[in-house]
T-cell receptor, first 111, second 115 residues
Framework: KQEVTQIPAALSVPEGENLVLNCSFT??????LQWFRQDPGKGLTSLLL?????REQTSGRLNASLDKSSGRSTLYIAASQPGDSATYLC??????????FGTGTSLTVIP | EAGVAQSPRYKIIEKRQSVAFWCNPI?????LYWYQQILGQGPKLLIQ????????DSQLPKDRFSAERLKGVDSTLKIQPAKLEDSAVYLC?????????????FGQGTRLTVV
């Protein structure tokens, strides 16, 4: 069964810093990996989706990379802002079409 | 394009009562998921539908939880009877799953409190 781990569980940074969130998974036979943002009491907002054949995806200040062979993905956030404060979740979709989530990284950007 | 709609947003019930949640996925999306998210944890898949057929319900507590997706569109998730440990946010998601488009979109969730 796929196991998805996110490190760190919580992160607090001053505004303007660049930061990296990590996601690792145990089964490299994945179809894609998706990063989500979750604000308190809200649903999940899709940020980036990386297909298994891709190495990275970029959207604005966000860049997600995927190293399938080592079972790792990173989400890079450039020039962090207080509005980036949220929980970030990665989810792996395996070739059997199931989605597995990590437990998330809670990010606080201090003004 | 309208997103995934869920109702109600909040529900408080007593243990042993029953409750139902409703989800309307994005139009045309073949795959529909129900997730349970307990506070401080990542979402856990309860059931996955492909059109109106069940793909995966291995983590659905079938003695008390049931779900259906009639006509391959809307879906309902029911809990009967509820237990205190069912307190969580129930998230519905959908994905197109056609032409290589597999991005999943989530609704706002239903926050269930069992007292």
């Amino acid at each position: 069964k796929q196991e998805v781990t996110q490190i760190p569980a919580a992160l607090s940074v001053p505004e303007g810093e660049n930061l990296v969130l990590n996601c690792s998974f145990t089964d490299s036979a994945i179809y894609n990996l998706q990063w989500f943002r979750q604000d308190p009491g809200k649903g999940l907002t899709s940020l980036l989706l990386i297909q298994s054949s891709q190495r990275e995806q970029t959207s604005g200040r966000l860049n997600a990379s995927l190293d399938k062979s080592s079972g790792r993905s990173t989400l890079y956030i450039a020039a962090s802002q207080p509005g980036d404060s949220a929980t970030y979740l990665c989810a792996v979709r395996n070739t059997g079409n199931q989605f597995y989530f990590g437990t998330g990284t809670s990010l606080t950007v201090i003004p | 394009e309208a997103g995934v709609a869920q109702s109600p947003r909040y529900k408080i019930i007593e243990k042993r009562q029953s409750v139902a949640f409703w989800c309307n996925p994005i139009s045309g999306h073949a795959t529909l998921y129900w997730y349970q998210q307990i506070l401080g944890q990542g979402p856990k898949l309860l059931i996955q539908f492909q059109n109106n057929g069940v793909v995966d319900d291995s983590q659905l507590p079938k003695d008390r939880f049931s779900a259906e997706r009639l006509k391959g569109v809307d879906s309902t998730l029911k809990i009967q009877p509820a237990k205190l440990e069912d307190s969580a946010v129930y998230l519905c998601a959908s994905s197109l799953d056609r032409g290589g488009n597999t991005e999943a979109f989530f609704g706002q969730g239903t926050r269930l409190t069992v007292v």
